[in-house]
């Protein structure tokens, strides 16, 4: 298993391959992404702090998934112009992925491991827009609930950034 976030191989919503090693250096929010949630709106708070701090290092990278109430049917381009459309998302998005279960992307199956969401569930993700934060460093800092509002998370990134 990656020990550290930068090691991790991703792709973009548009299919070209991305290394997370492109983010180092950066505070990162990992956040898994759906278009037809309840939490959808808060693709325009992540947006407002992405770009309030992106200057000071601040990146935030959206990972769509339809395991959850199968709220992300949508290809990629659907969920492209979905998110600029109605929120003028400019962080990065990458493709659909899994989180929970076997088939669970492995930058899903680190974060987990590395901070898990409390005694019930276990490390498993809940819902849609559960939120990870990485410091600088690569190391993951805090995990935040669905129901978290990104705004929520500012006093952290602030600390950190």
Partial sequence: MNTNIYNFKVN????????????????IIVVNTASKCGLTPQYEG???LYQKY????????????NQFGKQEKGNSDEIQE???VNYGVSFPMFEKIEVNGKNAHPIYKYL??????G??????????????VIDKNGKPVKRFAPTTKPE??????KKII
């Fill in 12 to 27: 973009k919503l548009n299919g070209t391959p991305a290394d997370l090693n492109e983010y180092k250096g950066k505070t």
């Fill in 46 to 48: 992540l947006e407002k």
């Fill in 54 to 65: 992106k200057d000071q290092g601040l990146v935030i990278l959206g990972f769509p998934c």
């Fill in 82 to 84: 979905f998110c600029q």
């Fill in 112 to 117: 987990k491991s590395k901070l898990s969401g």
């Fill in 119 to 132: 005694c019930f569930f276990g490390s498993s993700i809940k819902w849609n827009f559960t939120k990870f």
């Fill in 152 to 157: 929520k998370m500012e006093k952290i990134i």
